[in-house]
Structure formats: structure tokens, C-alpha cells
């Protein structure tokens, strides 16, 4: 978010963990209709998480995280910089869950819409970033901060956020109209600014950004001609960076995670046209190691897909996200871990129509995974997993 069978989860009912995979489901608090996009764990004690709650109550839920017919998935519809137009026009309302080391409870923050992207380096510092604005915890409160806004937009329509989890913190948009246009923000230590970026053809697109420090943030992108490369900040400019060459006629990098600044990872899935016209979605995932970006080798047994998330436990790497692809009639949760020549196929932690959207390692040993189960009426039931 295997290629074994899944089962559609009955409507409204919860999904079961599968026999024997090594994660057991993790007991949440009642969210409705929901998903859950992001996760941090500071220690092991303490964990946070962001997410979604379908806002509309109309069950579309499961249709704006899955995607549709022309391609490739969609998680965010409308992003307006106005925080009060935001709270009205919404698809998800913002979800911010807590960890204690005992139990997960839902705590109250500001509405900035899902909450996509949430970073922590203590307790007591955690940001998070919505649709419509970021949200940061100082161990008292949670306070938003609205985007800076752009001449001419009344809305950010595809907001990508990250931060190092300390004070740093990026965002990028891209806005399509007759002409594709990209735009990035900083946090400045009060507010968030504009910064110029490198000029782009005009249809480029700006998938996602990860910020390793202040003189080391990612951005992936995909150029007029839906091939894959990167941007990235060294504190005084930007410089392009060439993808490696891919066996796929387009691709999309929704997702880039910082292990170390020699030790990056950019996944989601590589797209090809079937001759039926439909988008075929292939898992992709590509590794930088502080010279070059290079593609991993994933295994057939996973031919179909998008990586979400990776992560590292205890000197292990595993990656999730789903078996998704527009043609298929169902998709699943997918699970990989390396196996030191490839991304090999792993038992899924949910059966049923569902995602992995995140993974974040736990301090002394162990994975925690978040994401959602689709039910069979529209709406989702958010999921959550632990791994030992």
C-alpha cells in the first residue's frame, strides 16, 4: 500500500490479523471511518500517529485513498490555506493518536485535515503536518500554523510535508491547471515561507520530499515525460540528481525515508499501460547511498503494487504498502523485507482489501505498522500493527 487471495472484509467489521505472520493487531480507539497515514516512535514507550477521519460521513473514504481508473492513487483532494475553509470542504479531519507505553488513545489537536506526515526526536517534540497547515506538540499543547499562502491560489491542492522531527520542516505542491506548477515552504522558526526552486518543465511533477537536516532535504520528482529524478537542498541551492534508468514507461515516488544521509530510500510503484488501457502499477524501490541513487531488485512473487514506507529494525530492512493495481479486481496489504539481493514477498499483517501506509522501527527491537482495511460499504477501518 502477496498475490495470495484476499478476503473483502464484511461491511463495517474489523479485519483479522493473518495466522502465524508475526504481527498482531493492536487495539485502537473508536475513529469511525478512518485511516492511518503516518507514525513516529521516539522510544519505546511512547509513539505517535497521524491520520484521517472520513469528514464527509458520505462512506468515500475508501475512493479517495485508493485512487481511480486513470491511475495513479490520490490521497489528497484539497488542501485550502485558510484554516476554517479547510475545516469545511474537508475528505479527512484530522486524527492524532498517542502512545503511554500501555495503550493508544486519540488526543485532541487543531483540525489541519489527514494528517499525513508526522516526525519526533523526543516525547515532548513531535511536528506533524496536515492538508492545510502543521501541527507541533512541545510536551504542553499541540498549535497549528497555517501554510504561507501562494499569489494567486486560494487552495494547496497536494501538500508533501516532512521534517527532521527538531525545527526543520518542508513542504511541496504541485498544482495542475493549464500549465503544472511546483511550489516549496520552509519553517522559519515562526512561520512558513516560500522558497524558489530550480526551474522545472512544465509537466513536472512533485511527488514527495524528506528532510534529512537544514543543509539536506530530498525532494523526488517525475518530468514531462513521467520519468523519476530528485532535487536536493545542500543549505544554499538546489542540485538535480539523475534516477537510475527504469524498466517501466512512467513512475511515482510517493514516499522517500532517511535511515542516514548515505542511506535513503524513494518507493511507490513504476506504471505501465496494459493493453487492456489500463494503468498496470509494479512496487518500485529505488536506494541512494550518499553517491548515486540505484533501483533494488524485488521479487516476482510481487508483481503488483505500491511501496509506501521503509524502514530498518535492528539492522533489518523492511518495506509495505499494497498489492494495488487498477486493473486487478481486488488488492491487499503487502509486506516485503530484504534478503540482501532482493525485496522478497512476506506474510501480510491484515487479510482482506487494505494498506500499509507506514512503518516506524521501535527502540530495543520491534515494527510498528499503520494504515487502513477496506470495507466492503466504502468506508475504512483504520488498522494498526506490531511486529516483535
Known amino acids: 500500500m502477496s498475490l495470495s487471495p484476499v478476503m473483502v472484509a464484511p461491511a463495517g467489521a474489523t ?13 485502537l480507539p473508536d475513529l469511525g471511518s478512518a ?12 509513539a505517535w500517529v497521524g491520520g ?13 485513498v485508493r485512487g481511480d481508473r486513470a491511475g495513479l492513487p490520490r490521497l489528497r483532494t484539497r488542501s485550502p490555506n485558510d484554516t476554517a475553509q479547510c475545516n469545511t470542504n474537508e475528505v479527512f479531519s484530522s486524527a492524532v493518536l498517542r ?17 499525513g506526515s508526522i516526525a519526533s526526536v523526543s516525547p515532548d517534540n513531535v511536528w506533524a503536518g496536515g492538508e492545510c497547515g502543521s501541527l507541533h506538540w512541545d510536551g504542553r499543547s499541540w498549535t497549528a500554523t497555517p501554510y504561507a499562502p501562494i499569489p494567486g491560489l486560494s487552495s494547496l491542492t497536494n501538500v508533501h510535508f516532512s521534517s527532521d522531527g527538531r525545527a526543520d520542516a518542508w513542504i511541496v505542491d504541485t498544482e495542475f491547471g493549464d500549465t503544472v506548477k511546483n511550489y516549496a515552504e520552509r519553517w522559519d522558526g515562526s512561520a ?5 526552486l530550480p526551474e522545472l518543465d512544465d509537466e513536472t511533477i512533485l511527488w514527495s520530499i524528506s528532510v534529512v537536516g537544514p543543509d539536506d532535504t530530498w525532494i523526488s520528482g517525475a518530468d514531462a515525460g513521467n520519468q523519476p529524478f530528485f532535487l536536493h537542498w545542500d543549505g544554499r541551492s538546489w542540485r538535480r540528481e539523475a534516477a537510475p534508468q527504469i524498466d517501466h514507461q512512467g513512475a511515482y515516488l510517493p514516499s522517500m525515508h532517511v535511515l542516514a544521509p548515505n542511506d ?34 524485488i521479487s516476482a512473487k510481487q508483481p503488483n503494487g505500491v511501496i509506501y514506507d521503509v524502514t530498518a529494525d535492528r539492522g533489518h530492512l523492511w518495506a509495505a504498502g499494497n498489492t494495488s493495481s487498477p486493473g486487478l479486481p481486488s488488492y491487499g496489504m503487502a509486506v516485503l523485507n530484504w534478503t540482501g539481493s532482493e525485496w522478497s514477498a512476506d506474510p501480510t499483517p491484515i487479510t482482506g482489501e487494505g494498506t500499509v501506509n507506514a512503518l516506524a522501527s521501535i527502540a530495543g527491537g520491534g515494527l ?21
Do not use: C
Not at 479485519?15 to 487495539?27: L, M
Not at 488501457?277 to 533501483?295: K, Q
Open 192 to 196: 512558513w515561507r516560500t522558497v524558489a
Open 99 to 115: 502512545f503511554n507505553g500501555v495503550k493508544w488513545t486519540r488526543v485532541t489537536v487543531p483540525d489541519v485535515g489527514g494528517v
Open 35 to 46: 485511516t492511518l497515514f503516518s507514525i513516529t516512535a521516539p522510544d519505546r514507550d511512547h
Open 264 to 297: 535513503i530510500w524513494a518507493s511507490g510503484t513504476g506504471v505501465d499501460k496494459g493493453a487492456d488501457g489500463w494503468d498496470i502499477f509494479s512496487p518500485l524501490i529505488m536506494h541512494w547511498d550518499g553517491h548515486r541513487w540505484t533501483n533494488t531488485p
Open 15 to 27: 479485519a483479522k490479523p493473518t495466522e502465524s505472520s508475526g504481527w498482531k493487531q493492536v487495539a
Open 368 to 388: 510498528w505498522g499503520v494504515g487502513y482495511a477496506a470495507n466492503t460499504d466504502g468506508t475504512l477501518t483504520p488498522v494498526m500493527v506490531r511486529h516483535e
Open 52 to 64: 484521517g477521519v472520513d469528514a464527509n460521513g458520505n462512506r468515500n473514504a475508501s475512493a479517495a
